[in-house]
T-cell receptor, first 108, second 114 residues
Framework: TQLLEQSPQFLSIQEGENLTVYCNSS?????LQWYRQEPGEGPVLLVTVVTGGEVKKLKRLTFQFGDARKDSSLHITAAQPGDTGLYLC????????FGTGTRLLVSP | DTAVSQTPKYLVTQMGNDKSIKCEQN?????MYWYKQDSKKFLKIMFSYNNKELIINETVPNRFSPKSPDKAHLNLHINSLELGDSAVYFCASSQQFDGSYEQYFGPGTRLTVT
């Protein structure tokens, strides 16, 4: 069974700080996706990484796929309250396996 | 224009009842899914349909039965509801893109069984 462990589980920071969320597995994935979920809503896709070592940037968010395609990270620069939410990584092809989630709280 | 819609948003019912959740997508996607998110926010796939054909059926009790009348709709019927069925159920749709299936989720249905 493929598992995706995320760390940390919970992160509470002040506006303007930087942070990194990790997504790790012992399995190789053909691609990894990152989603953000806000309370009362469904997850929203942020990015998909498909090549080992790939780095993608989305404004203040930087996503990296590990060289061996077993892990990924999400780095947020100068976090803002609007970044608050549950961040989920997900791997797989047609059948996605979701990570354990990281709850981020950014306070003004 | 809502891409993936679900009804109802909230569902409160008693043990033993039968209930249905409806889902519709207007994205033209071929594949639709049902996911269950538990109280710890863990999201797990239940079923997937591709062009009305069941392609993924995880270890889900037989009380759960999905139905896809056409590729834009995927409904979930639950018989004999149990307390442990309380969760948020998400419908999603996807289309293969660049070697992966990117999911578009509905707003969720919060099911509470009392």
């Amino acid at each position: 069974t493929q598992l995706l462990e995320q760390s940390p589980q919970f992160l509470s920071i002040q506006e303007g700080e930087n942070l990194t969320v990790y997504c790790n597995s012992s399995s190789v994935f053909s691609s990894l996706q990152w989603y953000r979920q806000e309370p009362g809503e469904g997850p929203v896709l942020l990015v998909t990484v498909v090549t080992g070592g790939e780095v993608k940037k989305l404004k203040r968010l930087t996503f990296q796929f590990g060289d061996a395609r077993k892990d990924s990270s999400l780095h947020i620069t100068a976090a803002q309250p609007g970044d608050t939410g549950l961040y989920l990584c997900a791997g797989g092809f047609q059948k996605l396996v979701f990570g354990t989630g990281t709850r981020l709280l950014v306070s003004p | 224009d809502t891409a993936v819609s679900q009804t109802p948003k909230y569902l409160v019912t008693q043990m033993g009842n039968d209930k249905s959740i409806k889902c519709e997508q207007n994205l033209g996607h071929d594949t639709m899914y049902w996911y269950k998110q538990d109280s710890k926010k863990f999201l797990k796939i239940m079923f997937s349909y591709n062009n009305k054909e069941l392609i993924i059926n995880e270890t889900v009790p037989n009380r759960f039965s999905p139905k896809s009348p056409d590729k834009a709709h995927l409904n979930l019927h639950i018989n004999s509801l149990e307390l442990g069925d309380s969760a948020v159920y998400f419908c999603a749709s996807s289309q293969q893109f660049d070697g992966s299936y990117e999911q578009y989720f509905g707003p969720g249905t919060r099911l509470t069984v009392t």
